[in-house]
């Protein structure tokens, strides 16, 4: 005997008929919604005049959060660059005297590398990196695509939108 999994042939003594063996009506109902689509109300952005608005729950650009007193909220954990799975991000650690004990001496993300995944952020334990709402990203070098800490470093009241719904998010699970 022949084994017949339930995921190959879920029905295998059904026969279909002519109707079903030609298609039509799948044809035919793809060719609907063709044509429903085609007297929708036509939409579109005046772009560089009109720019999108991106929502909270937007995953941009990757930024580095930086706190009203100006110091860097990173602690160098590390934890970003292991879960990257590109592996876009390079963080290089240093001890220091202040409250903080580390502190990361080289933070760079690779843009061309980065695929925007968010998975740095759901892993950083002191909200230090975030997705902004940055979309616009041009490249003239490949130099010009590795952002070190100069580019990262965002103002805290900059990115508050994207922390409290980071928040939010965190308290509903």
């Known amino acids: 005997m022949q084994y017949r999994s339930k995921y190959n042939n879920p029905k295998p003594n059904r026969k279909l008929s002519l109707w079903e063996k030609l298609y039509l009506p799948e044809i035919a109902r793809g060719l609907l919604t063709t044509i429903k689509h085609l007297f929708r109300p036509k939409f579109t952005r005046q772009y560089p005049e009109e720019r999108w608005e991106a929502p909270a729950a937007f995953r941009g650009r990757p930024v580095l959060v930086m706190e ?70 041009v490249y003239r070098k490949y130099d010009d695509a590795i952002y070190g800490k100069d580019k990262l470093l965002t103002p805290k009241k900059d990115l508050k939108d994207r922390l409290e719904y980071l928040r939010e998010m965190r308290n509903k699970t």
């Open 68 to 137: 009203e007193n100006g110091q860097e909220r990173c602690v160098a954990c590390g934890l970003c660059s292991r879960v990257c799975p590109p592996l876009a991000i390079e963080v290089q650690a240093s001890e220091t005297d202040l409250l903080k004990e580390r502190y990361p001496v080289r933070f760079e993300i690779n843009m061309i590398r980065c695929i925007f995944c968010g998975f740095c952020e759901e892993v950083c334990p002191e909200e230090a990196i975030v997705m902004s709402k940055d979309y616009e990203l």
